[in-house]
């Protein structure tokens, strides 16, 4: 049961890339949240494709339709479902792919798990396009969190080789800076890399060919005693979601694999009193989490995402029904990066498993 997750706020996906439409049934909501759907447009439209020339040419809206759970702008505490009818596809861009497997997509592990039966046409349901019921699913789960003093906010941390500065490096992320980084291309910390990192896209778009980076998720206003030991730890939780989200292939909390190259004195967060008498800790090299439970300070993740697999340039393959080599140029519309539309991807997810997490009520006060 692939398409279900969540405890305390479920979720149930479907559709595929070229089929009808796509969806979400999201259970567990409480009765009478307000649901602004302008905010939850803004963040489907930040994943949408087609909106500048850094992206995929295909033009989706991507207008949901709610057909349960919402009542006078709120929730009633029934299952929300809300799907998004596929209106741009063209299917006949991948009638040569059934049986010429594409390197670094699912086509290949996809049909020898479904005996052939899974709709290939777009990536079927393996296609980045199922993410767009999750943005819905987390734009809601953010106002939910808005009303609790909890904000997710990302950044491009790097693509390519081309790096931004990191969330440590700052003094102070603002709620200003989080709403600025919604309203640009490639959100960044330091604006003067966009050029730099908009021209190796380009570049690589040119060559018809692709490149990857890595989002840095962080979430302020988090309390201190969310999570659990062992199995639902913090880090399982957000973890089994990020690795939910298609072209994600790595993960780290806080310092991450840096952490192995200090000393333990480096490593740990010294505790002291603020001005307020609030605990804080001197450093994050845990980012936010200890024993799989939050201490207060914000959390913090990287996630590398792939360079898309679906390029032009000629590759070696097979032709599954043929049972022989075969050479392949992807044809259709591709995006050279998909960094920008994957963090709000990122976003949602974790808006989504902080909601389930803080429902699940085992913070003690
Ligand atoms: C928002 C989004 C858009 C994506 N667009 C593309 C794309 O245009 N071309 C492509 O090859 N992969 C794209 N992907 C990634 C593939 O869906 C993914 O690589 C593939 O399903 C294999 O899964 P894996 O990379 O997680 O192993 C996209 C993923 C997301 C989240």
Redesign the pocket.
């Known amino acids: 049961m692939s398409g279900i997750w969540g405890k305390n706020v479920q979720v149930s996906i479907f559709g595929e890339s070229h089929g009808v439409a796509i969806g979400i049934t999201i259970n567990g909501l409480p009765p009478g949240l307000e649901v602004d759907m302008e905010q939850v447009l803004f963040e489907m439209a930040r994943?949408a494709?087609g909106r500048n020339e850094l992206t995929?040419p295909r033009k989706e809206k991507d207008q949901p339709e709610i057909l349960s759970g919402l009542l006078d702008g709120k929730t009633t505490g029934a299952p929300l479902t809300a799907i998004i009818w596929n209106t741009n596809t063209r299917s006949k861009d991948y009638s040569l792919l059934k049986n010429v497997m594409?390197p670094?997509?699912?086509d290949y592990p996809g049909r020898v798990r479904y005996k052939g039966h899974n709709d290939h046409r777009g990536?079927g349901h393996?296609?980045?396009?199922i993410?767009a019921p999750l943005v819905f699913a987390g734009a809601i789960c953010k106002q939910w969190l808005a009303q609790k003093g909890v904000t997710v906010g990302a950044h491009i941390q790097s693509i390519g080789m081309i790096e931004d500065e990191s969330f440590a490096d700052q003094k102070e992320v603002t709620l200003e800076q989080i709403r600025s980084f919604k309203e640009q291309q490639l959100p960044l910390f330091n604006v003067e890399k966009e050029t730099e990192m908009k021209d190796l896209i380009v570049e690589a778009k040119e060559d018809g060919d692709?490149v990857g980076g890595v989002v840095e998720t962080f979430v302020l206003g988090l309390d201190a005693g969310y999570g659990n030991p062992f199995f639902d730890s913090v880090e399982s939780q957000l973890a089994h979601l990020v690795?939910a989200?298609?072209?994600?292939?790595g993960i780290e909390f806080g310092t991450g694999f840096d952490i192995a190259k200090m000393r333990g004195s480096e490593a740990n967060d010294e505790y002291y009193y603020d001005e307020h008498g609030q605990i804080k800790t001197r450093s994050n090299n845990n980012g936010g989490i200890i024993g799989g439970i939050t201490y207060g300070m914000p959390v913090v993740f990287r996630a590398a995402?792939?360079p898309?697999?679906?390029?032009k340039k000629k590759q070696q393959t097979i032709n599954v029904e043929e049972g022989k080599a075969a050479e392949l140029e992807?044809e259709g519309?591709?995006?050279p990066c998909?960094v920008p539309?994957?963090l709000p991807?990122l976003e949602a997810v974790t808006a989504l498993g902080l909601m389930d997490l803080m429902m699940g009520g085992q913070h003690h006060e």
């Not at 989200?245 to 292939?249: D, E, S």
């Open positions: 994943r494709p995929t594409r670094g997509q699912a990536s393996f296609s980045g396009r993410t692709s690795f989200v298609p072209a994600i292939k995402v792939k898309p697999a679906s390029i992807v519309r591709h995006d998909i539309r994957v991807v």
